[in-house]
Nanobody
Framework: QVQLVESGGGLVQAGGSLRLSCAAS????????MGWYRQAPGKQRELVAT???????NYADSVKGRFTISRDNAKNTVYLQMNSLKPEDTAVYSC????????WGQGTQVTVSS
């Protein structure tokens, strides 16, 4: 069974940076969209950013200009570079890959201290 494994989360001060990675445990063919979502305590999960196979991207307004999503199709890996982090970015971040099936990672905690 394919698993998505995230890494790169942690504790950082406001204004700092983190880079999240998400890799599939085996090659998944025909992945169209890869994305990152987040869920803060007491809130619903929300979309952070997505990237399609051609490199087209979509960002939540709250992260535009601060976060950058990228992908390596050959490695079935998606990245999220997060700069100028704010306390309100604190959440569990999960990756997602959509092809013939939908795959989710377990999530990685990102905590931004003020």
């Amino acid at each position: 069974q394919v698993q998505l494994v995230e890494s790169g989360g942690g504790l950082v001060q406001a204004g700092g940076s983190l880079r999240l990675s998400c890799a599939a445990s085996e090659i998944i063919f025909s992945i169209n969209v890869m994305g990152w979502y987040r869920q803060a305590p007491g809130k619903q999960r929300e979309l952070v950013a997505t990237i399609n196979r051609s490199g087209g991207t979509n960002y939540a307004d709250s992260v535009k200009g601060r976060f950058t999503i990228s992908r390596d199709n050959a490695k079935n890996t998606v990245y999220l570079q997060m700069n100028s982090l704010k306390p309100e970015d604190t959440a569990v971040y999960s990756c997602n890959m959509v092809g013939s099936s939908i795959y989710w990672g377990q999530g990685t905690q990102v905590t931004v201290s003020s």
